[in-house]
């Protein structure tokens, strides 16, 4: 499984990560629509994104949450029923809900963020995620 | 003890054959519909006599009296019923409703079903509120209410199918009574597919609701990690005794696949944005709290020990040494952990417990494996504490077995300790019970006891009559001294007691006997404000509480909400208020009114909620009166609810007695026998319940009778031609 793993130290607030994960997903580059989140403490900044933990999975009354094949953790909007349950229960707040959506979303480890960061605060990272929830 | 959660025996191997059997009495088509902000402003009326089915408007005069649920319920019987009606009759009739926020799949415990009837215990209408998806697919399918009233001929069901828009009833002979098979059956009888298995529910009673008064309803939904058909119980009252009366057999809906948005919310980022605080406030603190998602309501089962309030033998006690065998970490253990319990979809605090892999006993179904949805705290201080009964699997055993026959464990738990009791002190003996030896802690005689409520003999049936007609009955066979028996037969208006000591908060006497359907603790719960932090010291702050609570109690039945997550979980900030606003849980009356508006899109202020609340309570006390059950005289409780009975009672506790005795009396206790100290009591605190009823009733806006004044009526807006009618001869 690979996900997303910033060094915050890094960050200088470009925010080019928020803007091509709502691009990519939603084709709009409002911060609210992305899947990684960029927020200003102080002089520094915070980075939060999904690690692909799995802990969402066993919150989801009917299963709308599952690994695919690569063990990324997946929303599956036709079965989701839009309780937000995973939202309230995801241990590192990553997962998403934007206005007028009724559906919850998340990252997906697709890598954009990653190349378009120009501080090298984010690399692609590959981890086991044998001994996860499934 | 770890069990295979999805292993179970199947029941619905055959459904297609049972199907075939089927013969449809009546087929009616509808156009379906999605809820506007939260109504669908159309009631589904089917008369099983005649097969009349039709839609019925909502009005916009119910919406803004009655608000649904519960209201809508009442409303409806309130029309159909005369004031010489029984419940037997054919024009009682059964009406469930989910209320216009029920349904919501974000706010936790937003997907309670409100059923109302005629009751056979009290002869006054019931409401009772539970989960499972019935009513919220059922309004998603295109209906806020349905109103069932007449009998069929023979076994039948009624199916309402929301994806297609048709209403069947269809006699149905073939498939099972007893609700954890049936509710099965149907539900892979009418799924098109694995995935639409959730898209169905039903509701179904049992053997036991046909031979008893106190017969339950359960809803069921599918759990899709169990794999399996749960069960949640609309218990009080003996709704499935009615239903078992209009020879129901199920209720069937089939609805479209659930999404979050289906109420079709005014403002749904608003409902969504309090829903997640909710999710995240439970994530965080449940574990320090409550621990209700390991646990469910089981977690209270010592604590009520503790602090001496668990029934033990027909609340003579309020704690016993072996309590620790039924306690919340036994349950911890039993319960399947880790996957989601919500009776629906959204509900974070997922109380709903199920003890998988339980070898069933005795009975018909001895040697099948069976998943037991519970025990529930009530099930557990009803059927185990209050009976002696200190052994889990038995637990279960009469849990599985109260549940599948239909049969309500809270009203069953409080009539077995009745009839123990009644063995102990010779009020009852082997002869009487046709050879049962119903001594304290015979688990094997309790389940005897449903088996024949289940078969319709023996004495069993006389147990499922329920206590007040117990009382009667030996009285009138001069079994035993009438004053104890009344005493210790722990029943107002006809319903049972549920699960708490009352004896030492006289607030909670109240708070059980001062209730329009009956004891039950879903209008006030006051006994930890009252005795153990003495927050509500005067009769007046009393009375106070028991204007607030049981109105803030009712607008979750009015709506389609739970009790449990508004105050099972609290804001780790709540005790910045002061202690009696911190009770009410402000933040979480807030949530309410903000889920309120952001459905409906109708302004709600905190006292609003109150005033909508009351419109209704207030017409229920009415309807009392019009049944001939709503006044003083009627909120009475038995002594054994208010203080010691019996010298033994008074002897476990002496100490505490004899210093009230100096305190509140101001008699010293070595001067008086027990027999006179006993008497010493009862007086002082009937009075004191008394003063308390005079404090409650002006509060309520009662006359010195308990009957609401004209003013009151006015003021709730409920002064109907036909309301003041009713009221009107008290009132000269
Ligand atoms: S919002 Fe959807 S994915 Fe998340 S827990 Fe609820 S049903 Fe599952
Ligand atoms: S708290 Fe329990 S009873 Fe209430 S809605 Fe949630 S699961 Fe159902």
Redesign the interface.
């Known amino acids: 499984m690979r996900y997303v793993k910033a060094d915050a130290a890094k960050c200088e607030g470009v925010r080019a990560c928020e803007k091509i994960c709502a691009q990519t997903f939603f084709k709009s580059e409002d911060p609210n629509l992305s899947a990684i989140r960029v927020t200003k403490k102080g002089s520094a900044y915070e980075i939060n994104v999904c690690n692909q933990c799995g802990q969402c999975i ?6 709308a949450l599952s690994r695919n094949q690569a063990g990324i953790v997946m929303v599956d909007k036709k ?7 995973c ?3 995801c241990p590192t707040l990553s997962m998403r ?1 934007a ?2 959506q ?2 919850p979303f998340k990252c997906v480890s697709c890598g954009q963020c990653v190349k378009k960061c120009p501080k090298g605060a984010l690399q692609m990272v590959e981890a086991d995620h044998a001994g996860l929830p499934a | 003890m770890s069990h295979d959660y999805t292993k179970r025996t199947a029941y619905h191997e055959k459904v297609a054959e049972l199907r075939k059997a089927h013969k449809v009495l009546k087929e009616w088509s509808f156009t379906p519909s999605l809820p506007e902000r939260g109504y669908t402003n159309r009631t589904l009326f089917v008369n099983l006599t005649t097969l009349e089915i039709k839609e019925k408007p909502v009005t916009e005069q119910m919406k803004d009296l009655f608000v649904g649920g519960r209201g809508f319920g009442l409303w409806y019987l309130w029309q159909a019923i005369k004031p010489t009606t029984k419940w037997n009759d054919p024009e009682n009739e059964i009406i469930i409703s989910p209320g216009p926020l029920g349904g919501n799949t974000q706010y936790p415990g937003s997907g309670k079903s409100l059923v109302v009837s005629l009751s056979p215990t009290t002869g006054i209408p019931i409401d009772s509120n539970v989960g499972g998806y019935f009513g919220p697919l059922m309004k998603f399918s295109g209906f806020d209410a349905l109103e069932i009233t007449g009998k069929a001929r023979n076994d039948v069901i009624i199916v309402i199918d929301g994806q297609i828009g048709k209403v069947y009833i269809e006699e149905a002979p073939q498939e099972d009574v007893n609700s954890h098979a049936a509710a099965e059956q149907f539900t892979h009888m009418y799924a098109k597919d694995h995935d639409d298995l959730r898209n169905v529910s039903v509701v179904a009673s049992g053997r036991g609701a046909e031979h008893a008064l106190i017969g339950c309803l359960n809803f069921s939904w599918f759990d899709v990690r169990r794999q399996a058909t749960r069960l949640k119980q609309a218990g009080r009252g003996g709704i499935g005794t009615v239903f078992r009366d209009k020879k129901l057999k199920a209720l069937v809906v089939h609805a479209p696949p659930v999404k979050g948005d289906m109420n079709r919310p005014a403002d749904f980022d608003k409902v969504a944005k309090v829903g997640i605080k909710m999710h995240k406030e439970l994530a965080d603190f449940d574990l320090k709290q409550c621990n209700m998602r390991r646990q469910g309501t089981a977690h209270l089962v010592e604590i009520m020990d503790n602090y001496d309030l668990l029934p033990v033998h027909n609340f003579q006690y309020g704690n016993h040494p072996d309590t620790k065998k039924i306690a919340s970490w036994i349950w911890d253990k039993r319960f399947t952990q880790g996957i989601p319990d919500g009776c629906w979809y959204g509900c974070s605090m997922q109380c709903s417990k199920g003890a998988d892999g339980h070898v069933v006993k005795t009975g018909p179904y001895k040697g099948h494996i069976v998943t037991v949805d519970g025990p529930e705290y009530e099930t557990a201080a009803g059927c185990a504490a209050n009976c002696g009964i200190f052994d889990p699997d038995w637990l279960l055993e009469a849990n599985f077995y109260c549940d599948t026959y239909g049969i309500d464990t809270i009203s069953f738990g409080t009539a077995c300790a009745f009839v123990m009791e009644c063995y102990q002190r010779g009020i009852l003996n082997k002869e009487r019970t046709g050879g049962l030896e119903l001594t304290w802690g015979n688990a094997e005689a309790q389940l005897e006891l449903l088996h024949q409520m289940a078969r319709g003999e023996g004495f069993g049936v006389i147990v499922g009559q329920g206590v007040a007609r117990m009382k009667q009955i030996f009285i009138e066979k001069k079994y035993g001294d009438p004053q104890l028996i009344k005493d210790i037969g722990m029943e107002v208006k006809g319903l049972e007691y549920s699960q708490y000591q009352s004896k030492e908060s006289l607030a909670q006497q109240g708070g059980y006997a001062l209730t329009n359907k009956g004891p039950q603790h879903d209008e006030a719960w006051l006994i930890f404000m009252d005795m153990v932090n003495n927050q509500i010291p005067s009769f007046e702050d009393k009375a106070e509480a028991l204007y607030y609570f049981p109105l803030f109690r009712t607008w979750f039945g009015l709506n389609g909400f739970c009790k449990l997550p508004w105050n099972d979980i609290e804001p780790p900030d709540n005790h910045k208020y002061p202690p009696l606003e911190a009770a009410k849980v402000p933040e979480h009356v807030q949530n309410y009114c903000d889920v309120f508006t952001g459905i409906t899109g109708r302004p709600l202020t905190k006292e609003g909620l109150i005033a909508m609340s009351e419109t209704v309570y207030q017409f229920q006390r009415v309807f009392n009166i019009r049944m001939g059950k709503g006044r003083r005289e009627h909120d009475l409780p038995p002594y054994r609810s208010v203080g010691p009975v019996t010298r033994e009672e008074y002897e476990s506790r002496q100490e505490r007695y004899d210093k009230q005795l100096k305190e509140w009396m101001g008699i010293d206790p070595a001067t008086k026998t027990i027999d006179e100290k006993i008497a010493l009591h009862r007086k002082y605190r009937e009075d004191r319940y008394q003063k308390l009823m005079d404090a409650v009733y002006k509060r309520r806006g009662w006359t010195a009778d308990g009957v609401p004044t004209l003013e009151t009526l006015k003021r709730c807006r409920i002064d109907l031609p036909e309301v003041v009618e009713v009221v009107k001869p008290y009132l000269k």
């Not at chain 1, 066993?58 to 299963?63: D, G, N, R, S």
């Not at chain 1, 079965?79 to 349950?85: E, L, N, P, Q, S």
């Open positions: 066993a919150v989801c009354p009917v299963k079965t989701c029923v839009g309780c937000f349950m939202i309230g229960f809900r206005p007028g009724r559906e």
